[in-house]
């Protein structure tokens, strides 16, 4: 998602329960599970359609999506679309029942198994579809989903879900889609929830001839269809979250370009407004193979060079749609001219191109399962944007970029979000996960060391969905430092650990206060102008050991360290 959410006028958690529409009662027996896990969040009332559309219940366990091919006619005229989704999936237990998901405002036209309609039943945006004898477990089988409707209109994509359906400058029709959030359920049928790639997929997107449609993977095949329509095939031959599955559709031109990384030759195309060739040939030529460079040296290889990069120019902003990025930032530097971290810094390369594409790494690769953990994307995207920085200027300004931008930082919530409800938390989860990580490397205090641990998590986790303590562990055993109470206090609650120094008979004493029992982090001091030493600060006053530091002269690095400090 991205960093521009931070200077909208609605605040982040008002946006995402307008999203939501969180109203009606709290389904106690949904919660059980994760009350322990959540006890530190402020109590909000849960939906049933929350928990339906959040929760990994046997019904969605119970198969594993292998293969979609989505097959979709979109009628920009009516702003309706139709046509179908087949699933393909393997068996995870024996089941007659599963569940899909789509929005309520779209109608299931019929569900086909095996030549014959299955029955079906709806609650709220969940799909029931019974089978007429039980699927074994282990077996591979498919159904396809026939469906059409209006789907719900993006007002202000990407912050609300949906469709843009609107026009370029010389008045062609441009639409896009963008549901990161709301959901891919918002415009196609699917398993909506994040712990579930499917492993491959096949896009085709029907639109008015003369027009274009840029979806993920790569071009397959267009046909000229009889009733006036041009079908384009596209086709990703890697696993892809379904939020990034997009359709944008325009008039569009074609260029193309090639990076040597470090896993061959990938393929670069950009599909751009035909009026805006130049423009994006300058400025996607200036970024787009400098950030690969940066984020292959820092990520590893770019995961996706099967399906290839893609930069796509859509009427929103911008989001992460795999191989397939979508591009809206006016082709000026920073954030649609500005610098979100009020340095400088932010304004000598294109804010979309860099963290858009920094998701291919952390958010695509890497996935979480729950979008409650979306700090996974969006900490390590954020941060991203420093280490671009340090890549073609120096660390300093890299650091000084993160320090800059904790001027957007709220700590108004939790970063994790209550899971099993389709719900994310504070949007802090940019500029003050993105400080959390550099305190992090700050305390490992090995380069070499960080970078490999950035590499190894793509490695690791490649093509993966993930939780937050497959992620802290990873790093804890990497690093040989336990970080977990750092990362807890960070990103389970809303303060920021608070360095207490008193002073008494000549000595220097230091404590934490923090919400995690027993916190501890090493900090860095030193006598004024001397050097920074890493002095080991637990949750109980304890000596400092450095002579002849006084209220005056002692100094507490908050430049490296996103803390509180108060002297006694």
């Not at 959410?5 to 958690?13: E, P, Q, S, V, Y």
């Not at 918002?186 to 008015?208: F, G, M, N, R």
């Not at 994790?416 to 940019?430: A, F, H, L, Q």
Request: aromatic letters at 14%.
């Amino acid at each position: 998602m991205h960093l521009f959410l931070f200077i909208c006028n609605t605040t982040r958690a008002n946006q995402m329960k307008l999203k939501h529409l969180l109203s009606g009662i709290i389904i106690v027996t949904f919660f059980s599970t994760i009350a322990s896990a959540q006890l530190m969040q402020k109590k909000e009332t849960y939906t049933r359609a929350d928990t339906l559309r959040g929760m990994l219940t046997p019904l969605r366990t119970c198969y594993d999506i292998n293969y979609y091919h989505l097959d979709v006619k979109f009628d920009l005229d009516k702003k309706y679309i139709s046509g179908s989704n087949l699933f393909k999936f393997t068996a995870k237990q024996n089941f007659t029942k599963l569940q899909f998901d789509l929005y309520a405002n779209l109608k299931v036209d019929k569900v086909v198994y095996q030549g014959k309609d299955l029955p079906f039943t709806r609650e709220f945006n969940a799909v029931f579809v019974t089978f007429p004898k039980a699927i074994a477990k282990g077996s591979k089988d498919e159904f396809t989903v026939y469906y059409s409707g209006n789907p719900t209109v993006a007002k202000r994509a990407p912050w609300d879900g949906g469709v843009v359906f609107t026009t370029d400058s010389l008045g062609k029709p441009w639409v896009a889609t963008a549901c990161q959030g709301a959901g891919a359920s918002i415009w196609w049928p699917t398993k909506d929830h994040q712990a579930d790639e499917v492993d491959s997929a096949l896009i085709s997107i029907s639109v008015p001839a003369g027009l274009q449609d840029v979806s993920n993977g790569r071009l397959r095949k267009t046909t000229t269809l009889p009733d006036g329509y041009t079908r384009f095939d596209w086709f990703v031959s890697n696993p892809i979250n379904n939020y990034d599955i997009a359709a944008n559709i325009g008039n569009y031109t074609h260029m193309e370009d090639s990076y040597d990384g470090e896993k061959g030759k990938l393929s670069i195309d950009y599909w751009v407004l035909t009026y805006n060739a130049e423009k994006a040939k300058a400025q996607f030529g200036r970024d787009v193979k400098r950030m690969l460079k940066a984020f292959e040296n820092w990520f590893g290889p770019y995961p996706w060079y099967e399906d290839g990069y893609k930069l796509v120019e859509t009427p929103h902003l911008g989001m992460e749609h795999q191989s397939a990025v979508a591009y809206g930032n006016k082709y000026k530097n920073g954030y649609l001219g500005r610098d979100l971290s009020g340095t400088g810094l932010g304004l000598t390369w294109d804010f979309i191109i860099v963290h858009e594409s920094g998701h291919e790494w952390f958010g695509n690769n890497i996935t979480s399962k729950d979008i409650a953990d979306m700090w996974i994307h969006e900490s390590f995207t954020n941060y991203s944007e420093s280490l671009f920085i340090e890549t073609y200027s120096n660390k300093q300004a890299g650091l000084e970029y993160i320090q800059g931008l904790r001027k957007i930082i709220r700590n108004d919530e939790p970063i994790i979000g209550p899971y099993n409800v389709n719900k994310e938390g504070s949007g802090d989860m940019y500029p003050k996960g993105a400080n959390m990580l550099s305190i992090v490397r700050t305390i490992i205090n090995d380069d070499a060391k960080w970078r490999s641990i950035l590499r190894g998590l793509n490695q690791t986790f490649y093509h993966q969905t993930v939780t937050t303590p497959q992620i802290v562990n990873y790093i804890n055993k990497q690093a040989g430092i336990n970080f977990t109470p750092i990362f807890d206090q960070y990103l389970r609650y809303t303060q920021i650990p608070q360095l207490d120094l008193k002073f008494e008979n000549g000595k220097v004493y230091a404590k934490w206060t923090a919400d995690v029992k027993g916190f501890t982090m090493p900090i860095k001091m030193r006598k004024k102008d001397g050097e920074y030493y890493f002095i080991k600060v637990t949750s109980d006053y304890a000596p400092v050991a450095l002579p002849g530091l006084t209220k005056e002269n002692l100094e507490v690095d908050t430049f490296e360290y996103y803390i509180k400090v108060k002297m006694e």
